[in-house]
């Protein structure tokens, strides 16, 4: 595709459930990004993905949360026994090193804990 | 570590009016600045970035920025508003490979 795409768009989820949360990169970038947007604020950077590896992985707030990206494209956020708190926009980015160069977003995917 | 802060979390401005968002960063090092626009329910879009070529950059729809060193600034300008730049505003630093965004300003467009 043109763009970043994130799915699902929304996510509704009974407290303590598993989710996975799906970004398709633009085509040939290798740096991919995860972030999260709580209301009100600007997006947190979670993890950054250099090819198939994690290379910084210190924005995770917790053991709860893991990411993959297995073939160096497509990559899943799994989060586990979700809690009220992890509800927020997660946001997935691309970019073509990774390296102070721009990112592309995708629209993101609204998790909400109930 | 690198920082910004926006001033600011909501701008009102008039159709036709100066814009002028405000971004302080703080940065160890020769800093990379970005502008980010969220319109509702949609990602993230460039405006545009700076990358230590020329401290006054232009980026798309008319918006420009100047990087001032001495004041730790890089504010978003627009001559004249129009209603369709009703959007939330995000400043970022460059942190090696990440991005650290500020809190973020809205701005409303009245007509």
């Known amino acids: 595709g043109a763009g970043v795409s994130q799915t699902p768009s929304n996510k509704v989820t009974e407290k303590g459930k598993y989710v996975e949360l799906r970004c398709d990169p633009i085509?040939?970038?290798?740096?991919l990004y995860w972030y999260r947007q709580s209301l009100g604020q600007g997006p947190e950077f979670l993890i950054y993905?250099?090819?198939?590896?994690?290379?910084?992985d210190s924005g995770l707030p917790n053991d709860r949360f893991f990411a993959v990206r297995p073939e160096g494209s497509v990559s899943t956020l799994k989060i586990q026994r979700t809690e009220r708190g992890d509800s927020a926009v997660y946001l997935c980015?691309?970019?073509?090193?990774?390296?102070?160069?721009?990112?592309?977003f995708g629209q993101g995917t609204r998790l909400t804990v109930v | 570590a690198q920082s910004v802060t926006q001033l600011g979390s909501h701008v009102s401005v008039s159709e036709g009016a100066l814009v002028l968002l405000r971004c302080n960063y703080s940065?160890?090092?020769?800093?990379?600045l970005f502008w980010y626009v969220q319109y509702p329910n949609q990602g993230l879009q460039l405006l545009l970035k700076?990358?230590?070529?020329?401290?006054l950059v232009k980026g798309i729809n008319g918006f420009e920025a100047e990087f001032k060193k001495s004041e730790t600034s890089f504010h978003l300008t627009k001559p004249s508003a129009h209603m369709s730049d009703a959007a939330e505003y995000f400043c970022?630093?460059?942190?090696?490979?990440?991005?650290?965004f500020g809190a973020g300003t809205i701005l409303r467009v009245k007509s």
């Open positions: 970022a630093v460059s942190d090696a490979h990440k991005l650290v």
């Open positions: 980015a691309s970019s073509p090193t990774g390296a102070n160069t721009e990112a592309f």
């Open positions: 085509s040939g970038h290798t740096a």
């Open positions: 993905f250099q090819g198939t590896g994690a290379a910084d």
């Open positions: 700076y990358t230590s070529a020329a401290t």
């Open positions: 940065s160890s090092v020769p800093p990379y």
